[in-house]
């Protein structure tokens, strides 16, 4: 069944609406997708976390059935700041001042910029399939480029990028989300689902595209205004990446993660492409299982 024994809810937190998923009992533990999805991509993991914690799965803003912030020039609704924000405020609400964060792709970036604007709030931090923003901009060559042409592509000006994938979003989500191979059958029919519907409704594209405009402009500013003042992430990381995907043929990603923060930092590779929690759940249990206990 699918999120067995979860609820459905809306949470209003920083002034968006917000979708999510909540099951479990125990320490909280939030959970942050990447683009382009929803909370639904957790389906697998998260059932199993919450026999241990309290699982939030929300979708962020501007993704799924969440708040689609109104476009602006500087991009600022979708940048990560204002992303990690709304996480803030969404765990206050639920009453939960501390709390573990998973995450992977565009949500591992907001988590990565809520672990350095909140840092008393994040007891522990996973990020799957990234290296900070920073360090691929600083670091791009043809093979980045080539390889993650999305993010520039994504990133022109309104409305380009979202004239031309409204063409046939479902036809983009399938060229999309093929870094590897993979056929319609890849994804759990209920998450694809999800997810074809959200991209469907008014501003969820432009949000996308959003998104990785911040990540070109606002997002670098912080960054580097971050870097600057000696901001590092302070808790344990983990960082996992799919060993079919890009990150750990470019990089190094442990050594470049430790150009980023000051805590313990362990992980490694998972026998997947892009999507490790949908492909590879039973590695990606496996590490948190380690990585999470108290």
């Known amino acids: 069944m699918f999120f067995e024994g979860f609820t459905l809810e809306t ?10 998923r909540r099951g479990g009992d125990g320490p909280p533990l939030l959970l942050l997708h990447g683009n382009p999805q929803t909370h639904a991509m957790w389906h697998k993991v998260a059932p199993v976390l919450a026999r241990r914690f309290t699982v939030i799965c ?42 573990g964060v998973v995450s992977h792709d565009s949500g591992a970036r907001v988590a990565h910029r809520l672990a350095l604007d909140h840092a008393a709030r994040v007891e522990r931090l996973c990020v799957m ?16 480029a080539m390889g993650y042409y999305h993010w520039f592509f994504l990133a022109q000006k309104h409305p380009i990028p979202e004239r031309m994938i409204r063409r046939d979003v479902e036809d983009w989500f399938r060229l999309h989300t093929s870094r590897e191979p993979k056929d319609d059958g890849f994804f759990d029919p ?36 971050s870097r600057e003042a000696g901001e590092r992430v302070s808790c344990p990381l983990l960082a996992l990446w799919g060993a079919k995907g890009k990150i750990g043929q470019w990089y190094q990603p442990l050594q470049l993660w430790r150009d980023f923060a000051d805590g313990p930092i362990t992980g490694g590779p998972v026998n997947s492409g892009h999507y490790l929690a949908e492909e590879a759940p039973e590695e990606v249990l496996a590490a948190l299982e380690g990585f999470l206990r108290p």
């Open 11 to 20: 949470r209003e937190a920083n002034g968006v609406s917000l979708r999510l």
């Open 58 to 99: 929300p979708d962020l803003r501007g993704y799924g059935l969440s708040s689609k912030p109104a476009l602006s020039a500087d991009s600022a609704a979708m940048s990560k700041r204002e992303m990690a924000a709304d996480m803030a405020a969404l765990m206050s609400g639920l009453g939960f001042e501390r709390f």
């Open 129 to 144: 399939d990234i290296v900070p923003t920073l360090a691929h901009f600083e670091r791009t060559d043809m093979a980045f």
């Open 190 to 225: 209920e998450a694809r689902a999800d997810y074809i519907a959200a991209l469907h409704l008014d501003g969820t594209v432009e949000s996308i595209c959003e998104d990785y405009r911040a990540a070109t402009g606002i997002d670098l500013e912080h960054d580097r205004a």
